[in-house]
């Protein structure tokens, strides 16, 4: 087993080949709009899941993440040929490809923001001019101590 710095110095070294990789070598337009998020290795250094995301053509059209899969499938080897030589191990890792799901979860956490700021605003609404159900003061005023003892 390797220790924990050396697999994240590996991981960070795969990801750095990959990225660059798909930007000079690997002509496949399909991987024109691919970044590559986020690099794991195995403890044993014998397997790396490479994280990645897919951007749109346009601000509003929809990316291609099955073409983006597929495209990286058939780059596999000639990626993994690239990290054996550039990372200088025994062992090159196999790849594995995960789209990343940061940028849906990112847009669930603002809408569940929006929802909370919302709610806030609704109850600030309801609270302005309420008046209290019970006593004006509803804490009771300490009793007057009794010399007599």
Same mark, same amino acid.
């Given at each position: ?45 014998? *397997? %790396?899941? +490479?994280?990645?995301?897919?951007? !749109?053509? =346009?601000?509003?059209?929809? #990316? $291609?993440?099955?073409? &983006? ?50 709610? *806030? %605003?609704? +109850?600030?609404?309801?609270?302005? !001019?309420? =008046?209290?159900?019970?006593? #004006? $003061?509803?804490?009771? &005023? ?8």
């Amino acid at each position: 087993m390797a220790d924990a710095p050396r697999a994240r110095k590996l991981a960070k070294r795969i990801g750095q080949i990959v990225a660059s990789a798909l930007e000079h070598e690997v002509k496949d337009p399909r991987l024109a709009r691919v970044t590559i998020t986020d690099t794991k290795v195995t403890g044993d250094l014998h *397997d %790396a899941t +490479v994280y990645y995301t897919v951007l !749109g053509d =346009k601000i509003d059209a929809a #990316p $291609d993440f099955a073409g &983006a899969a597929a495209a990286l499938e058939s780059a596999k080897g000639v990626l993994r040929s690239m990290v054996g030589a550039g990372t200088g191990v025994r062992f090159t890792p196999t790849l594995t490809f995960v789209a990343d799901t940061v940028p849906e979860d990112a847009k669930h956490i603002d809408d569940l923001l929006a929802r909370a700021a919302a709610a *806030d %605003a609704e +109850v600030a609404r309801l609270a302005n !001019g309420a =008046k209290p159900a019970g006593d #004006p $003061d509803p804490y009771r &005023a300490p009793r007057p101590e009794d010399d007599a003892d």
